[in-house]
């Protein structure tokens, strides 16, 4: 008898979820599962803001869940550290030899030996910022201080206008005028692009402003090219030309905000002619540029994590946010500035992060500085022992690369790596954890960018032993006999707890309604209503824009940067400068003579699919983007390597001439792993460690180096 194998109809099905990067749009995401395996993502066509697209560093997605290079059981090392040699264990022996050793260093050293190192690789609540903060609160670790992103220009946003959502980025289609400065749209928040593109089209003018030529610059109507740092004189020499001529909205000003008349005193010695020495704009554009902006409404400003990153960029962040109350652009739909809606998202960060388990007292570390603080040059008091990685990738996005493969290469040093693959950190691990994607748990959503909440719902199970990152630390908790409520919470529990949910901002939405739409807009007016500061309200102390801020100026610089460790400008309990300023950037062509700026790449979020094919293929090999002129100076050419280095370090890139940056400017973009790096390093080998003026922000754009042919 002959049987006819008959194939069965493969089951399909369409699960709601949400992209879990670190990036202002937190797409919508439509995820095809066929017989339990999902194959395919796409943007919510719904969804307003992702209206069905997503970008190249996701629209791949299931690659990355079903990766053959993925981590999927926990492992331990048997080989030299950095040699990526391990051996499969299970998870009972992976934890008892964390719990274990923790144990051991702690009773050694004391409990702030062990020091976590976390960011953003997931921007979920549940399982992002926050996820393993209770833990180490818990266990008394060293506080890791993550100032990243926005650090600086949070404190300088929130002490001129408060902790204010700023503009609905779906109004930009009503805006006339609309300045992008030091962001490239197109490749780090793409779906704001054709609200952009939409108002261009309506008649509006788009500005961008920025030290290179992007493809965002390529599609504005006036590209300003500025020298690296110097944004903060532009910004002040723009009020100097707008309450000079008298182009700023009296009325508004009278009732809308503080100290003008000191900022108009202020802002005299700021010349264009001055911030023409300074930036390299010609006098007459910054003029054209103020008087523009000054008298065409609705006028918007869109800045980007880029403007804090210089010695000055939180200065420059206030001296900018001045500007909309200024000429009265907050009046109009589309009119204000944007800067990062989270600002209205109700997260209920307590209920994850519990502070209250922390002993007083407890040191605080910036992750800027890890490089020392492994390598002893930190000099701390307990050494660190015993280090956990989870959410990041610091050989990539921390400064002083070397110092950090120095510092996790000691034999002393106990790490732990919880992640997707075997990153350039993972390599050096003792134990290293499997971690599950965006396609393998729950999780909701807040963004950066805009006014929608998302739930990510799990599409498959789990592939090997992966487990979310809070399962990982549900099961630490128990290791180490912490019985607090907390560490008991199912993800269930979690997402209940994620929001307030009884807020203004949260009326309407559920967790029972998300689940069956997947996404909701706040409870805020519509884009075609929303003027948030039309009748001021702005949330700081005195309700209006704060030219003078009484918050620097009752709190000084000792709370403004409260967990600072290097201070090279002033010392803690000196005052701030109520009143915006300039502050130039700290170094100088006097021993390096080209300007490096690192800014996000195309196709990786920061470190994220930094070693995934489709991502490399799009975005090439590592490369530094170089003048024409300073090519010939050292004899460069299209497409040889070259060598970028400074007293911090060096590392090798593919030269790639373009008039797109200014003569003394390179650029290489950050995100490249260095294990496919020509010589193993990438552009953070060469980055500052020095923190800015406010809010212990990096100054990544201060870097000066030498290029030279390898």
């Known amino acids: 008898m002959t049987t006819i194998d008959v194939p069965l109809t493969p089951t399909t099905t369409t699960v709601r979820g949400a992209c879990p990067h670190d990036c202002p749009d937190t797409c919508a995401m439509l995820v095809t599962v066929e017989d339990g395996r999902a194959t395919k993502v796409a943007g919510d066509p719904d969804h307003p803001f ?15 869940t079903y990766s053959p290079d993925r981590l999927l059981h926990p492992m331990r090392r048997v080989g030299p550290k950095g040699s990526g040699r391990f051996e499969q264990v299970s998870w009972d022996e992976a934890l008892d030899t964390i719990a274990d050793t923790f144990r051991a260093k702690i009773a050694e050293h004391g409990s702030e030996t062990v020091m976590p190192v976390s960011y953003l690789g997931n921007q979920g609540v549940l399982h992002g910022l926050t996820v393993g ?60 692009w054709p609200l952009i593109a939409e108002a261009q089209k309506r008649g509006a003018k788009v500005v961008c402003i920025d030290p290179m030529r992007h493809r965002t610059a390529q599609r504005a109507d006036w590209y300003i090219p500025i020298r690296p740092g110097t944004d903060g004189a532009l910004a002040l020499a723009m009020m100097h030309v707008i309450i000079g001529e008298g182009l700023h909205d009296e009325a508004y000003v009278r009732d809308h905000t503080e100290g003008f008349d000191e900022l108009a005193q202020r802002v005299v010695q700021y010349t264009p002619e001055w911030a023409s020495r300074e930036t390299g704009i010609p006098a007459e554009d910054i003029r054209t540029l103020a008087r523009e902006y000054a008298t065409t409404d609705p006028a918007v400003i869109r800045i980007g994590v880029a403007i804090e990153r210089h010695a000055g960029g939180g200065q420059t962040v206030r001296s900018i946010a001045c500007l909309p109350a200024l000429v009265g652009a907050w009046r109009h739909v589309g009119g204000g500035l944007l800067q990062l809606p989270l600002w209205a998202h109700p997260v209920n960060w307590p209920a994850f992060v519990h502070p209250e ?36 990738n610091p050989m990539v996005v921390s400064p002083e690369q070397d110092k950090i493969a120095r510092g996790l290469a000691r034999e002393d040093l106990f790490t732990v790596v919880s992640d997707h693959f075997l990153t350039d950190t993972a390599r050096y691990a003792d134990i290293v954890l499997p971690a599950t994607t965006a396609l393998e748990q729950h999780d909701i959503m807040f963004s950066w960018g805009h006014f929608y909440v998302t739930l990510n719902t799990p599409a498959v199970e789990p592939e090997g032993e992966s487990i979310p990152n809070t399962e990982l630390f549900r099961r630490l908790a128990a290791r180490m006999g912490f019985d607090e409520e907390y560490f008991r919470l199912t993800d269930e529990e979690l997402l209940a ?23 909701a807009r706040l409870n805020l007016p519509s884009a075609d209503e929303y003027r948030p500061h039309a009748d001021g ?8 824009t ?22 090279d400008d002033h010392q803690p309990g000196t005052p701030v400068d109520p009143l915006p300023h300039y502050v130039a950037p700290r170094e100088t062509a006097e021993v390096y003579p080209l300007n490096l700026l690192s800014p996000k790449s195309h196709a990786y979020i920061n470190s994220s ?32 390597y070259v060598e970028i280095s400074n007293d911090r370090g060096r590392f090798v890139a593919l030269a790639h001439l373009s008039v797109d940056v200014a003569p003394g400017v390179v650029v290489c973009p950050m995100g490249s792993w260095p294990k496919n790096a020509k010589e193993g390093g990438t552009v953070n080998a060469v980055n500052p460690f020095v923190f800015a003026d406010l809010g212990n922000a990096p100054t990544f754009s201060d870097t000066r180096v030498e290029v030279r042919l390898v």
């Open 50 to 64: 992702t209206r069905g697209g997503l970008c190249v560093k996701v629209n791949n997605y299931p690659d990355k």
């Open 537 to 544: 309200g702005f949330p700081t102390p005195s309700g209006k």
């Open 546 to 567: 704060e030219f003078r801020s009484s918050a620097l100026e009752a709190m000084g610089n000792f709370v403004v940067n409260l967990f600072r460790q290097l201070s």
């Open 497 to 519: 707890q994620a929001y307030d949910w009884s807020a203004p901002a949260m009326e309407g939405i559920t967790l029972d309604s998300l689940r069956e739409t997947g996404w």
């Open 609 to 640: 699919a930094g070693d995934q094919a489709m991502q490399k293929r799009v975005q090439g090999e590592q490369t530094l983007t170089i003048h024409p002129q300073d090519a010939d100076l050292r004899g460069i050419e299209e497409g040889r």
């Open 133 to 192: 903060d209770a833990f180490f609160n818990r266990l008394g670790a060293t506080v890791s201080e993550r100032t990243y992103c926005d650090s600086g220009s949070c404190t300088a946003y929130a002490a001129t206008i408060g902790a204010t959502a700023g503009v609905d980025p779906e109004s930009f289609v009503h805006s006339r005028y609309i300045i992008i400065w030091a962001t490239n749209t197109i490749s780090t928040n793409l779906h704001l």
């Open 357 to 392: 388990y922390r002993p007083p007292g407890t040191r605080v570390v910036n992750q800027f500085l890890l490089g020392r603080a492994l390598t002893g040059e930190l000099a701390l008091d307990p050494p660190v022992t015993a280090l956990m990685v989870y959410n990041s």
